[in-house]
């Protein structure tokens, strides 16, 4: 069995900083693109930055120059370096695996349970 988990969300004050981690578990050979997507009260899960698994990445327009992905394979984590946060990045916030391999099966589309992020004075 594979899971992710998420870790690093809570409380903080606009302009501030958060970084959230997605450490993915169990016997993993590989995992392909992984990403953040979040959903806020009342509206719809969005795609926050995905990244590849050689290192390319893509941001959501609302976030770019804001927040950083990234990754280590070898630890099978990705990361997400949220700067001048703003309230409006108020969310849960999900990572995502689009393919999880072991030496036994692979699993598609996996999700984490989410963290809260809440950005407010």
Do not use: H
Request: charged share 15%; net charge positive; glycine share 10%.
């Amino acid at each position: 069995q594979v899971q992710l988990v998420e870790s690093g969300g809570g409380l903080v004050q606009p302009g501030r900083s958060l970084r959230l981690t997605c450490v993915a578990s169990g016997r993993i050979l590989s995992i392909s693109d992984m990403g953040w997507y979040r959903q806020a009260p009342g509206k719809q899960r969005e795609l926050v930055a995905t990244i590849a698994k050689g290192g390319s990445t893509n941001y959501a327009d609302s976030v770019k120059g804001r927040f950083t992905i990234s990754r280590d394979n070898a630890k099978n984590t990705v990361y997400l370096q949220m700067n001048s946060l703003e309230p409006e990045d108020t969310a849960a916030y999900y990572c995502n695996a689009l393919r999880v391999f072991t030496a036994t099966f692979a699993t598609y589309d996996l999700w984490g349970q989410g963290t809260q992020v809440t950005v407010s004075s």
